[in-house]
């Protein structure tokens, strides 16, 4: 089992970057897919982008593509989502995923609100 805490989230404005982070515990992070989901008001949550436990394969949704980065420090247990020229759009509480087998674990979420 794995226990996930988000933190970086925060008021930015349009234009603007904001690096999420996420910290996981347990021994065997690195062998987990991790990735980020997010849930903005009325709405679904929503996948943002994944990476696979080397780090080596990431996938993003085309609505973030060329703006979000996403990468892992398996030596720290982290998973980050580097976000930036950010858009009121993009406001949501972000949720970090965890991924083994077929068990899912999911953080608590942390907000980032968009100014336009």
């Known amino acids: 089992q794995v226990q996930l805490v988000e933190s970086g989230g925060g008021l930015v404005q349009t234009g603007g970057s904001l690096r999420l982070s996420c910290a996981a515990s347990g021994r065997t992070f690195s062998s987990y897919a991790m990735g980020w989901f997010r849930q903005a008001p009325g709405k679904e949550r929503e996948f943002v982008a994944g990476i696979s436990w080397s780090g080596r394969s990431t996938v993003y949704a085309d609505s973030v593509k060329g703006r979000f980065t996403i990468s892992r420090d398996n030596a720290k247990s982290t998973v980050y989502l580097q976000m930036t020229s950010l858009k009121p759009e993009d406001t949501a509480v972000y949720y970090c995923?965890?991924?083994?087998?077929?068990?899912?674990?999911w953080g608590q979420g942390t907000q980032v609100f968009v100014s336009s």
């Open positions: 995923w965890a991924r083994r087998g077929i068990l899912d674990y």
